[in-house]
């Protein structure tokens, strides 16, 4: 997992089986971290496996 910003997340995800699981995971976290709600987080595939999370304008 690599943190770019205060407000995003890069995480590269081996197991394609576990995808929707991590992901889930992920935003979860994110949105506790910043007291937001889930729907406030944006879900990019960012290139090959790797998926980066971040924070909407509602954030």
Known sequence: MTFEAANTVTHKIWDRSD???TLDTLVE???VRHN???S???VT???PN???LSLGSGA
Do not use: Q
Request: one cysteine or more; a neutral charge; hydrophobic letters at 35%.
């Open 19 to 21: 995808v929707h699981t």
């Open 29 to 31: 976290d994110l949105a």
């Open 36 to 38: 937001t709600s889930k």
């Open 40 to 42: 406030n987080i944006a």
């Open 45 to 47: 595939c960012s290139g």
């Open 50 to 52: 790797t998926f980066t």
